[in-house]
């Protein structure tokens, strides 16, 4: 059983900084293409980020390119969403996903095949 465990959300006011986690309990962890996607109330579910399982290769959002950055450690199987200069419109949950024949490219359109359970980030103007 995939799990996925997202931590690290929480309040900040505009231009603030957070960093989220997602501990993973993968067999797969280590070749898996891991990412985030969110989704604000009334909103459909949107892609942010994705890494390569060397972290090698990754992909943004055009929205978030410049502020958001991506990082996993394998060893700790954990991947990582730095987020800094937030701004209101990032308010959302953020889910961790994990995608096995996926690259960070390609998993922005077809999604994933394992998600966690979401933490709100919420971002005051």
């Known amino acids: 059983q995939v799990q996925l465990h997202e931590s690290g959300g929480g309040l900040v006011q505009a231009g603030g900084s957070l960093r989220l986690s997602c501990a993973a309990s993968l067999p797969t962890f280590g070749t898996d293409t891991l990412g985030w996607f969110r989704q604000a109330p009334g909103k459909e579910r949107e892609f942010v980020a994705a890494?390569?399982?060397?972290?090698?290769?990754?992909n943004y959002a055009d929205s978030v390119k410049g502020r958001f950055t991506i990082s996993r450690d394998n060893a700790k199987k954990t991947v990582y969403l730095d987020m800094n200069s937030l701004k209101p419109e990032d308010s959302a949950v953020y889910l961790c996903a994990a995608a096995r024949l996926l690259t960070p490219q390609t998993m922005e359109t077809q999604g994933a095949d394992s998600w966690g359970q979401g933490t709100q980030v919420t971002v005051s103007a």
């Open positions: 890494v390569s399982w060397t972290g090698g290769s990754t």
